[in-house]
């Protein structure tokens, strides 16, 4: 029965690897993609060929075992078989719940973090287990775990978030200053010792980083590159600044493209040969535990794991097919493309939808920060400071505004100094034996490069800095969740033995399950989901044509919004008031988006177009004033229900519900005028607008006079003619809305001038 526990403790180490494989690569995908996808240097099927060979070069050169894994965290002479495989366990259900869970979020977090902590955590579990069963001191702690290790692992984590960021932005400054927004127009010497550049970090990564340790490299050229690294290094510039001028000069290729692809080429590689481990490592040094202690024919509570010091090296084809696993989920996986967006997105040149709220930490830092480039400007000679401003300067190309998506998030520049400084600052750090995350490296080269090249501004600079500190505390809340949790689940299996992992699996597959369901879920839901539509016609017959189904969808949304905010309050039921408001909030969001938009659709008018903006600004600001009644009517109810106040009278609600049903026609009959584009059915409505709001009126008075002789709830009272006195706000909002489309769609021919 015994040797049966630790065989189906192997097989789940073996399907959970798979698991982290998946989830991992989902979440790594991040470090070698950004740049690539960001700059739309060279097409996305081309980009994920690329990353495919490298990952595949990468995992068959990779250099083996995770040390760590074996005897980076604790001392194995400590623990016995029976205890390692616990550990073990722990680790590994642990890892995959963790990592998937930031996958779900969009959110990149390090592999390497959560697996030291997870190693960390369930270490220290099982050693405090042993210390108080031979009724020892917590002092001894020390014996069990590798305490140096671990120190310097999170002083490493502290420093690479710090000096990835500074240097990303102080190369890519200086970059910008040398090379400017107009790199094209610059003579091919630049391009060349840039690429010269460039290129010698990505190769020196590749050999430093990527097949250090591997039979891949003779011994010779190890051993020049790590005894005359500074000739190698030179030589290497020398020779890539001749074949950059060349293959620019005469082949007429793009350098910076080139860059993007050998860098994408050598980070994804690198990836494979070093944080593959951080997956198979820990699985595969349980099934090499249990190969030792199998043919000791020791008990499994008194075999000494002191054999896990020695170096194995990882069968190749276990390598091999951990690489296959990796290929498929990087072209299938739609969470690695969350992940990846989130990245793009905070280090986007222009401005945009922004995914992070600011916060009062991000707009303190803006603000300081602000302070101190003025008084910075104010001490550089003004010369200096417009020469510096002219190297900034974008080149203005007109794009069409249907065309504005698909420009890239940042230019050929920013995408090779992202690359360039991660893989120099990952193989300076690898030569030196220092440790660090690939993870946070990149993420925080591009955040750096981004703030350097001006991409941070005022209208976008809280937003960002909101969410680079949500990541980095992400960062942080992987590693003492990992440590957490992976200590609760080793006590857990230590208590509980086969049953409490048999739990443990079913649950972690279960999340797991519904994790991917709900992603999934949410994707389709994204792409079916109706959205207001930004403005691209340049003429008021073109507008009104085009916007029509915008007012439609607004009728429609404001219908459901409107029903559900009655409904809900009639019914007391917080869950419908509920669906209410956050329909609203999404409708008030998006109209809040077309409003932002206002700046680019007046820049990009032509100049006999130029009142078709008066129009398209009224028209928002009456579907504003609309979301606004409908926001107001949905959180008054939702704040008296979920405050258990009073239900409201039957009277109350009788005359709610009719309200409801005349605004409900009303809605329907604009959305059926906006979906056909049958304007000149909106006069007789305009004609009934003080019918309307006579009936509003006539309730209003009804409740005055009930108040007067039987009301005896004054937070009664104050809703409904709060909801009555929106309601007709709401109608006006309406009717406004309506009436400059039925106004200037009469015309068949309408002058610019008219609305001037």
Do not use: C
Not at 140 to 154: F, G, H, Q, R, S
Not at 200 to 211: A, D, N, P, S, W
Not at 548 to 570: F, P
Not at 632 to 653: E, M, P, T
């Amino acid at each position: 029965m015994g040797e049966n526990i630790y065989l189906f403790m192997i097989i789940a180490l073996a399907v959970l690897a798979i698991t982290d494989l998946v989830v991992g690569v989902s979440n790594d995908a991040v470090n070698f993609l950004n740049s690539a996808i960001g700059s739309k240097a060279i097409s996305f099927r081309t980009i994920m060929i690329v990353a495919s060979i490298g990952i595949a070069f990468g995992a068959i050169s990779s250099s083996g075992m995770m040390e760590v894994a074996r005897k980076g965290i604790f001392n194995p002479g400590e623990f016995v078989f029976a205890e390692i495989m616990i550990v073990f366990m722990a680790v590994m259900i642990t890892d995959i719940l963790l990592l998937d869970f930031f996958n779900t979020l969009g959110m990149p977090t390090s592999t390497t973090v959560s697996i030291v902590f997870e190693l960390l955590g369930a270490a220290v579990a099982i050693s405090i287990v042993k210390i108080y069963a031979d009724d020892g001191s917590i002092s001894d702690l020390a014996n069990y775990i590798n305490t140096d290790k671990a120190t310097e692992i999170i002083l490493g984590i502290l420093l690479s978030v710090v000096v990835a960021f500074t240097i990303g932005a102080i190369v890519q400054f200086l970059s910008r200053i040398l090379i400017s927004f107009k790199f094209n127009e610059k003579p091919k010497w630049y391009g060349a010792v840039f690429g010269g550049v460039a290129i010698t970090g990505i190769i020196y990564f590749i050999l430093v980083k990527g097949l250090k340790g591997t039979s891949i490299l003779p011994a010779e050229i190890t051993e020049f590159i790590a005894t005359q690294a500074s000739l190698f290094i030179l030589i290497n510039f020398v020779f890539w600044t001749l074949v950059s001028y060349i293959v620019s000069a005469f082949l007429k290729w793009n350098i910076y493209t080139l860059i993007i692809v050998l860098g994408t080429f050598a980070l994804a590689m690198a990836f494979a040969g070093n944080d593959l481990v951080n997956f198979i490592g820990v699985p595969l040094a349980a099934l090499e535990s249990f190969i030792s202690w199998k043919s000791s024919g020791i008990l499994p509570t008194e075999f000494n794991m002191k054999g896990l010091s020695a170096a194995v090296q990882t069968p190749t084809y276990l390598l091999l097919l951990s690489g296959v696993v990796m290929i498929i989920t990087l072209w299938f996986s739609s969470k690695a493309k969350s992940v990846v967006k989130t990245s793009v997105d905070l280090s986007r040149q222009d401005e945009g939808d922004e995914r992070f709220e600011p916060n009062f930490l991000s707009r303190q830092i803006v603000k300081y920060t602000i302070r101190a480039s003025e008084n910075l400007s104010g001490i550089i000679p003004k010369v200096v400071q417009d020469k510096i401003d002219k190297q900034f300067e974008k080149p203005y190309v007109y794009i069409p505004k249907s065309k504005v998506k698909d420009l890239p998030a940042f230019d050929l520049v920013r995408a090779s100094v992202n690359l360039m400084v991660a893989s120099v600052l990952i193989s300076l750090a690898t030569s030196m034996k220092l440790p660090l995350s690939t993870t946070y490296v990149t993420f925080m080269v591009a955040m750096g490069s981004s703030l350097a090249d001006r991409a941070w501004g005022p209208e976008s600079a809280v937003y960002r800095v909101a969410g680079v500190l949500n990541v980095i505390g992400g960062w942080f809340f992987t590693a003492f969740s990992a440590f957490t949790a992976a200590a609760i689940i080793a006590y857990f299996i230590h208590l509980g033995g086969i049953f409490a992992i048999g739990a443990l699996l079913i649950l972690a597959f279960l999340l797991i399950g519904k994790n991917y369901l709900s992603h999934s879920k949410k994707m389709k839901e994204t792409k079916l989901e109706e959205k207001l539509q930004r403005a691209e016609s340049n003429t008021i017959i073109g507008l009104i044509e085009e916007s029509a189904s915008n007012i439609a969808l607004s009728m429609k949304r404001g219908n459901k919004i409107y029903t559900q905010s009655i409904d809900g309050l009639a019914k007391h039921d917080i869950d419908t008031l509920k669906k209410g408001k956050k329909g609203i909030n999404k409708l008030d969001k998006e109209v809040e988006d077309l409003r932002n938009n206002i700046f680019y659709f007046i820049k990009n008018l032509d100049e006999s177009s130029i009142g078709t903006s008066n129009f398209y600004i009224t028209a928002l600001s009456y579907l504003q004033d609309m979301t606004q009644s409908l926001e107001y009517i949905s959180k008054a109810g939702y704040k008296h229900v979920h405050n258990n106040h009073k239900r409201l009278r039957f009277n109350q609600i009788k005359d709610l519900k009719e309200t409801e049903s005349y605004v409900e026609d009303l809605f329907k009959s604009i959305q059926e005028i906006f979906e056909n584009k049958r304007f000149e059915k909106l006069t007789p409505l305009l004609m009934n607008r003080q019918e309307l709001l006579n009936k509003l009126d006539a309730k209003i008075a009804k409740q005055v006079e009930r108040t007067r002789s039987d009301e005896s709830s004054p937070k009664n009272t104050a809703l409904y003619f709060s909801l009555l006195l929106e309601t007709k706000d709401l109608l006006t909002a309406i009717m406004n809305l309506i009436e400059i489309y039925e106004k200037y769609s009469n015309s068949k021919v309408v002058s610019s001038s008219t609305f001037l």
